[in-house]
């Protein structure tokens, strides 16, 4: 009897024991490969972000999209960007191989999630629709791409897996600009208004060669105007700017030469408080500086950003807007003034550290993914 009882536990112990490494072994797999597949969806991820984000600025006219004479948005050369930048670049790899196929799509994005889904094209964008590009990449064995292998999970029947990933980036007109990316002058957005046609989103052509009434600079008909930006010592409310030392209230000259040179690490956003500190004084030396980086100098201000205020009086004012203006060259004479022209070209007047909405004055977002 004895006997008969220790086979019948051997025989118990061995079912036990091979129950049990079947259940090793599958908590093994679950350990491996969903470890696997988390991988190679983080690295799908990645993939479809940077994709999204190399076609996203083609939707704007640029010399890099060979797009310069588009309509914005480009709909048709940002999709081909993205499409071609996930199968062709190198480090697009997932699990060590090249996606071969991305579903690329374009249309216009809420900022604010509702809807939380692309509105494509043909639609009419409200204030906070973007125009987006959103990337799908996908691993399994409906596609090229190929599945997810497996390596222990087939002992649970288990042959191979997928996974999936979406990204939209979006390109917006600057709601905030952060450090490095606005220059010290504030200007009137009743000059402003003079200069910039609101219904094209474009800066006002001249139509002669004649100089702006009460300046002396020649016009090239048929290009934005040239007009001089005078402090409101020298000029009335329309005509007028002001050094703008932005959160700071600092009032030296080094200083704001520092904040021409883009070593500024304010933020400043539209309707913020307590807004952008106006300075008083003219600070003539600051117009020689302007003129040295200028299309007249090394061309490294030639193109900037400068916040919009209803008014240019001396102390902190809300920031309406923010436009890019061309710097063309400044004169620090009796009546000292920087002549610039209104741009919108995208090459030139992308914001550094700009994001969130605003109202166009020509200047944009860098492209940011928003899902």
Request: aromatic letters at 6%.
């Amino acid at each position: 009897m004895h006997g008969k009882n220790k086979a019948r536990q051997r025989g118990s112990v061995a079912v036990i024991t091979a129950v049990s490494l079947a259940a090793l072994l599958g908590f093994a797999a679950l350990a491996i490969d969903i470890g696997n597949l988390l991988v190679a969806r983080n690295e799908l991820q990645n993939a479809a972000d940077a994709a999204a984000l190399a076609g996203a600025p083609c939707l704007f006219q640029r010399t890099q999209c060979s797009n310069t004479t588009a309509t914005a948005p480009d709909w048709i050369t940002a999709t081909q960007k993205a499409s071609s930048f996930a199968t062709a670049t190198i480090s697009n790899k997932v699990q060590g191989a090249a996606i071969k196929v991305a579903q690329v799509a374009s249309g216009y994005w809420n900022v604010t999630g509702t809807p939380g889904t692309l509105e494509a094209v043909p639609f009419t964008p409200g204030a906070n629709d973007l125009p987006a590009i959103r990337v799908t990449m996908t691993k399994s064995t409906a596609n090229a791409n190929g599945s997810i292998p497996v390596y222990l999970a087939s002992v649970l029947g288990v042959s191979s897996l997928s996974a999936a990933a979406t990204a939209t980036a979006a390109v917006s007109r600057p709601g905030y600009v952060g450090p490095g990316g606005l220059f010290p002058v504030a200007i009137s957005k009743c000059l402003y208004d003079n200069y910039w046609n609101a219904s094209t989103n474009s800066p006002k052509l001249a139509t002669s060669a004649a100089p702006i009434s009460g300046q002396t600079v020649n016009q090239t008909p048929n290009t934005p105007y040239a007009f001089q930006i005078s402090s409101s010592y020298q000029a009335n409310g329309c005509e007028a700017g002001q050094w703008t030392t932005l959160t700071s209230q600092q009032n030296d000259v080094p200083f704001v030469r520092g904040l021409i040179a883009g070593q500024n690490t304010d933020s400043l956003g539209i309707g913020s408080q307590p807004g952008t500190y106006i300075q008083p004084g003219e600070k003539n030396t600051l117009f020689t500086s302007i003129d040295n980086c200028s299309a007249n100098g090394d061309h490294s201000c030639e193109y900037e950003t400068v916040p919009v205020v209803n008014s240019v009086g001396t102390g902190y004012q809300p920031v309406v807007a923010f436009a890019c203006v061309r710097v063309l060259k400044a004169d620090n004479g009796s009546k000292p003034y920087i002549l610039v022209q209104m741009s919108n070209q995208p090459d030139k007047c992308q914001a550094l550290n700009s994001g969130g909405v605003g109202p166009n004055y020509g200047s944009i977002t860098p492209p940011r993914l928003v899902q």
